[in-house]
């Protein structure tokens, strides 16, 4: 059976070191990643993504509330567990292809979510990936599993 998740929401930041907040669609270029989002590029994070399952844990430690953007990802999603997928898989995010290039990342010790919540789950369980075939996503598309692979993109 394919492994597929549900988008919760769809975000972006303007300018680097803000977080991002929801909108109600984003464009996913290739070579280029999410239309509008600050952290758009030719390199190998062109979009985040974040189980909103890891946001859940955080936020029962917590007081206030996280909302959708909270850790700088673009996509927050339910139903697959992303950090246990390989590099190299392929998903389909609403209409586009897309190929995972990296689990975790390094954080910088003083980042905003850090700060308000004592925490960061993007760094452990966070994903990145680049846009291999053009398309749009928004809140309630699937994240289809397409396929699992240990090759990385050339």
């Known amino acids: ?48 993504l974040l189980a909103k399952e890891s946001v ?26 992303l950090s246990a997928l390989p590099i190299g898989t392929r998903l389909r995010i609403g209409t586009a292809l897309c190929e995972v290039t990296q689990i975790g990342k390094e954080c910088h010790a003083d980042c905003a979510i850090r700060r308000q919540a004592g925490d960061c789950v993007m760094p452990r369980e966070g994903i990145f990936a680049v846009v291999l075939e053009a398309g749009e996503a928004k809140a309630g598309d699937e994240i289809l599993v397409i396929d699992e692979t240990e090759d990385t993109i050339s």
Do not use: T, Y
Not at 7 to 30: D, Y
Not at 34 to 39: M, N, R, Y
Not at 57 to 77: D, H, M, S, V, W
């Open 1 to 48: 059976m394919q492994q597929k998740a549900i988008i919760r929401a769809v975000c972006i930041s303007e300018r680097k070191g803000e977080q991002k907040h929801p909108v109600a669609g984003i464009v996913l270029r290739p070579r280029h990643g999410v239309e509008g989002d600050a952290h758009a590029g030719d390199w190998h994070r062109q979009i985040s």
């Open 56 to 81: 859940d844990l955080l936020q029962a430690k917590i007081p206030f509330p996280l909302k959708p953007g909270a850790f700088a990802e673009n996509i927050l999603c339910e139903g697959i567990g």
